[in-house]
């Protein structure tokens, strides 16, 4: 038999103080601590919806936890350093997008354009299909993580960490183009 269903309204009034302390001592900004106290209630009232939470403050905490473990993960990747030698994931992905992407149409270019996309498709090629869909659909796509983990199911932490893989691989391999035709 299932337990009951939990009011919301009760639940909320009930642990939003310490469960918002709880996550305000981890995200220093007042507006991304308050989404994520949102986002776990929300989730916790669509969980207790379909399956009715029996143990609320231990499943509250939990959430919040996993909630601020990705959104660690999440400001890690975006301030990443620019590349020039350090160990960077978007500054070396947004340079070679940014060639890919530049309009400029002399023949110079062209020829380096044709030329990236040859090592970029053929570095692609190398990963494992699971690395390389992760990446071709976050940064070819324009898809975002929480996009593709609620579409396939797989946990926005295994998507980062595919897309971390691919990134190190393609920046292993394309190395010496990189540093031969975009720094100066």
Do not use: C
Request: no cysteine.
């Amino acid at each position: 038999m299932n337990a009951p269903k939990n009011n919301p309204a009760e639940v909320f009034g009930k642990y939003r103080r310490q469960l918002g302390a709880f996550i305000a001592r981890r995200i220093p900004s007042r507006e991304e601590a308050e989404d994520i106290l949102q986002d776990v209630f929300m989730r916790f009232v669509q969980t207790d919806a379909l399956n009715p939470v029996t143990q609320v403050a231990a499943w509250l905490f939990r959430a919040a936890r996993n909630r601020i473990i990705d959104h660690s993960r999440k400001r890690r990747e975006e301030r990443m350093p620019q590349m020039r030698g350090q160990d960077d994931e978007s500054g070396f992905v947004s340079e070679i997008t940014a060639l890919l992407a530049d309009e400029e149409s002399s023949p110079e270019m062209e020829y380096l354009r044709t030329l990236v996309w040859e090592e970029v498709e053929k570095a692609l090629g190398e990963l494992p299909a699971a690395q390389r869909d992760v990446f071709e659909l976050t940064e070819m796509e324009g898809f975002t993580f929480r996009e593709l983990a609620e579409d396939t199911g797989i946990p926005v932490a295994t998507l980062l960490s595919r897309k971390h893989y691919a990134v190190k691989h393609l920046r292993n391999r394309l190395a010496e183009i990189y540093e031969a035709l975009l720094t100066e």
